[in-house]
Each structure stands twice: as structure tokens, then as C-alpha cells.
């Protein structure tokens, strides 16, 4: 079974300021798919970006860009220009067969102003 | 467009009992998710329905059942609950079974309290 690992249960960030989040995971699949999730406090759990494993490109979403490293299993989430709006837990994911996401422990993200 | 809406949004029930969450997926989707966020723990996946059928089930114990309507709305039972069944319930649903895009729209979840 896919294991995912977030090392960081919190991190701070100054708004404005950039973060990048952590994330590893372990599979012997060559072909497949991460993503980061945000859940906001009381709020719905939203898709943030998705990487396809035998893409070589970094996805990018606006101010939201992934640091994929297949070999060494990584998986890392920037964000740039932080804002208020950005505080959440953020978890990733990996999709596992038969439509499985196998989640991350989470990341809760704080914004300074 | 309404998204992914379940019901009750709390309650609380007593070991031993049983209890019943109720999942409407977004219009045109046909595939529905149920996930578990306990205290601590993350998301674990519990159940996958498409078209009616269950197609993936996670490592639960049978007591978490559910089903799919044909209207791709769902349920989830938990029959003769525990104290470790607390936790927030998440349904989520996708426009297709396709596992390619994964992407996920999840409700706000339903959060169980056992006592």
C-alpha cells in the first residue's frame, strides 16, 4: 500500500511571504498522481494543484507551484505572496488504485498579517 | 450549481446504536466517496460508489456499510457504533469513474460524536 508523509504538523508564514510545504510518499508504481488538498477551518476540502507522475514538468496554479522530485519521492507544495485567505490544512494525496486517495496526516497552514 | 451537500451536518449517538449519512453528489456526477477524519488520524478512505455498484472499500470492518441510489445520491450506515467511530464523515463525489483526473469535490461532512 501507498504511504504519505507530511513531516510538518504546523508552519507560519508572514503574508506576502512565500511557504513550501512537505510532503513525501512511498509507491513501486511509475505511472500516477498527487495532489494537494486545502480544507479550510469549517469550510469544504478544495483540489489546490495536481501532478501526473510522467509529466517532467512542475504543475502550476497561479500562486500555487509543486517541486515534484520522482527519484526521491517528493512532493512539495510552494505558495507565493501569501495571503490571509491561504491559512487552512493542507493535505496531500496520492492516487492509488481503484480510485483510492491515500492522504497525508495534514499541514495547518497560519498567516500572519 | 449546488455542490456536494450532506446531511445531518452533526449528531450524536450512543455506543451500540446505529446511524445513517445521507451524501447528494453534484449534478452529473455519477461516482461518490466516503471518507472518515478522525482526531489525529487524517482521512482514510471507507468507500468508493459508481453507477450503483461499490467498487472500492477501504480497511474497515463490515459494520460501515452504505449504498448508492439511482439518482447517485448515497448513504452510509455505521451499525453498533464505538467510541472510535467519532469523527467528521466527508462524501465527495467525481464527474466519472476515470481514475486519471482525481479530483474530488467534497461535501462539508457530516461530524459524528459517540458517546
Known amino acids: 500500500a501507498q504511504t504519505v508523509t507530511q513531516s510538518q504538523p504546523e508552519m507560519s508564514v508572514q503574508e506576502a511571504e512565500t511557504v513550501t510545504l512537505s510532503c513525501t510518499y512511498d509507491t513501486s508504481e511509475s505511472d500516477y498522481y498527487l495532489f494537494w488538498y486545502k480544507q479550510p477551518p469549517s469550510r469544504q476540502m478544495i483540489l489546490v494543484i495536481r501532478q501526473e507522475a510522467y509529466k517532467q514538468q512542475n504543475a502550476t496554479e497561479n500562486r500555487f507551484s509543486v517541486n515534484f522530485q520522482k527519484a526521491a519521492k517528493s512532493f512539495s507544495l510552494k505558495i507565493s505572496d501569501s495571503q490571509l485567505g491561504d491559512a487552512a490544512m493542507y493535505f496531500c494525496a496520492f492516487l492509488e488504485y481503484g480510485n483510492k486517495l491515500v492522504f497525508g496526516a495534514g499541514t495547518i497552514l497560519r498567516v500572519k498579517s | 450549481e449546488a455542490g456536494v451537500t450532506q446531511s445531518p451536518t452533526h449528531l450524536i449517538k450512543t455506543r451500540g446504536q446505529q446511524v445513517t449519512l445521507r451524501c447528494s453528489p453534484i449534478s452529473g456526477h455519477t461516482s461518490v466517496y466516503w471518507y472518515q477524519q478522525a482526531l489525529g488520524l487524517g482521512l482514510q478512505f471507507l468507500l468508493w460508489y459508481d453507477e450503483g455498484e461499490e467498487r472500492n472499500r477501504g480497511n474497515f470492518p463490515p459494520r460501515f456499510s452504505g449504498r448508492q441510489f439511482p439518482n447517485y445520491s448515497s448513504e452510509l450506515n455505521v451499525n453498533a457504533l464505538e467510541l472510535e467511530d467519532s469523527a467528521l464523515y466527508l462524501c465527495?463525489?467525481?464527474?466519472?469513474?476515470?481514475?486519471?483526473?482525481?479530483?474530488?469535490?467534497f461535501g462539508e461532512g457530516s461530524r459524528l460524536t459517540v458517546l
Open positions: 465527495a463525489s467525481s464527474l466519472d469513474s476515470g481514475a486519471g483526473t482525481g479530483e474530488l469535490f
